[in-house]
């Protein structure tokens, strides 16, 4: 099971800093340059198609974000983090899973995964404005039921 932190330190000396760890890949953590980027369950910017997908959506909300209400951004990114649409073909996908991954490819190769006992659990939405007020939003599935989901969303303001 693979798992990774991104982690943003704010006013230091290098400025803002932005750095991803995970427990595959690079032995320490990277620093990344300002951008966006694509995170799925592989090392950071797997060229996956549901990446890419997931991250040309993610584009699209954030450009729409300036006339939206806070609220409904947060709908779009949880659609975004939600899309089922299978990304096929993935050759990519395709290789790393070899013979195990081909029957369940099509739900494999979707943004938000689906299967029992594997898949998409917990969405988060962290919106920070300039400010430093923060709108902290998870949407979590309650005991693996794919019917049973819970929404909670926590606001503060960070301090120096």
């Not at 909300?61 to 990114?77: F, T």
Request: aromatic fraction near 8%; glycine fraction near 8%.
């Amino acid at each position: 099971m693979g798992s990774l932190l991104c982690a943003h330190a704010m006013g230091t000396a290098k400025g803002d800093v932005i750095c991803y760890y995970g427990n595959r890949g690079e032995p320490d953590p990277i620093v990344l340059t300002p951008g966006t980027y694509g995170l799925s369950n592989a090392l950071l910017e797997t060229p996956w198609r549901k990446l890419c997908f997931g991250k040309q959506l993610f584009l699209e909300a954030v450009e729409r974000s300036q006339a939206l209400p806070k609220d409904v951004l947060i709908a779009d990114l949880l659609d975004v983090l939600n899309n089922e649409e299978a990304q096929l073909p993935d050759p990519a996908i395709e290789d790393q899973g070899g013979e195990y991954v081909q029957p369940m490819l099509s739900k494999y190769a979707a943004v938000c995964v689906r299967c029992p006992g594997y898949g998409t659990r917990t969405n988060t939405i962290i919106l920070v404005d300039a400010d430093g007020h923060v709108t902290f939003t998870e949407r979590s599935m309650m005991d693996k039921d794919l019917s049973r989901w819970e929404t909670r969303t926590y606001e503060f303001t960070l301090q120096n």
